[in-house]
């Protein structure tokens, strides 16, 4: 299987393609919105006289301006040109960034981390939306959706270590490396192709049609897909290492590694998601995978050590690794490209909703029955959303509507 996935996925022409390059740059650029900053808090507290009870502002600054451009960047999107938002998300994105790292207040740094969020709710749904462009073979945009969130993780892995070390010359160091966004942009302006697609100037009529393709049953189950995702892993990831420490006894540093494992995880079977989706139907293959999911939940919930622990991060990952570039693979499928941006944006709001209430929903349930309890509560939930899957599945709901199938296009994507 592995054999066969190196070959899709040398099989998608990255290496020959500085369009594609860009592309998967782009999300591990976005990635690095959050990722680059988790190491460098400390410092920011101590150089800035930051509360630590404030810290957390950093973040918000960050990801609100996604929440409500959403639907105007996908909209943009679709009706002037997936080039000029890109580019101007990864400019916007690139220099907020690089001209944190000449500020000295925590005023000013929020105020960048807006605008950094901003071209962060540009250029993050664009990425799913053109590799749906580039790829409209289903097998090979799987493929290239899983490469997506190997790169992901892999930076997950990686950067890190990068900017704790670059941290600790000084906390405004780790900031420069948001300013390889600019010449990614640059990049963009002369080797990114736009989509050959119909071109909708009526902004009226193109809203009522990304809203009735939104509200199909196949299309929410779609959504659901993403946003059950987000509402189970931030709920597990914000108490696991409360529970390995507070049940279990198991030390800060050790605890932490339980990501990595997780991430070791999504790498293998996000890099072979390729040959999985040509051998089992997608649908139920994501259901099968929120199956695995609840299974690992549950044993976490009565892990008697590290190692029980250890295996549901793994398995939990393995999991990730299937829904989420299935998921996304599904979703850029769902219409034309003439609608995907529109789409793809309704998808994040959903997304964004399920990461804003998991918390909530969470704590109480911990405050009210304890931690084991409330994963054994979202183990629940994702069995019996794959039950509900299957049901529809077999009721023949969820059928596309039509085969949609995405123009090539010209240029470096083509091969």
Known sequence: MFGRAFGDIRGLGVHRSIGLQVTFGSSVMMIMGASLVY????????????????????????????????PVTGALTDLRGRRLVLVSGLLTYGVAGLAITLVD????????????????????????VLIGDAFPDARQQTTAQGVKVVLDRVTLLVLPVAAGVLGAIAWQWPFVLYGVAIPMALAAVRWLPEPAMEPRTHAPSYLREVARAAVRVRSLVIFSMSSLRFFIEVSFFIYVLLYARNVLDVPVVQGGLLFTVFAVGSIATAGAVG????????????????????????????????????????????????????????????????????????????QNGAKSIAPLVAGLVVAL???????????????????????????????????????????????
């Open 105 to 128: 207040t925590l005023p000013a740094l929020l105020a960048l981390r807006v605008v950094q969020g901003v071209g962060y709710g540009a250029v993050m749904p664009l990425v799913t």
């Open 39 to 70: 190491p460098v808090l400390p410092v920011i507290v101590q150089s800035l006289a930051v509360p630590e009870a404030q810290i957390g502002l950093v973040f918000t600054a960050f990801t609100l301006p996604a929440v409500f451009l959403a």
């Open 369 to 415: 029955a304890g931690i084991p309890v409330m994963f054994q509560a979202m183990a629940g939930v994702a069995g019996a959303w794959a039950l509900g899957v299957i049901v529809l599945e077999r009721l023949g709901l969820l059928r596309s509507d039509a085969a949609v199938v995405a123009a090539p296009l010209p240029g470096p994507f083509a091969d």
């Open 275 to 350: 040959p999985l989706a040509a051998r089992f139907a997608r649908m139920p293959l994501v259901a099968g995978a929120f199956v695995a999911q609840a299974a690992a939940l549950l044993g976490a919930s009565v892990a008697p050590n590290v190692w029980v622990l250890g295996l549901a991060m793994l398995v939990f990952g393995l999991a990730n690794g299937v829904i989420s570039p299935v998921q996304k693979s599904l979703l850029t499928q769902a219409v034309p490209a003439e609608l995907r941006g529109g789409y793809v944006s309704a998808d994040r709001l959903a």
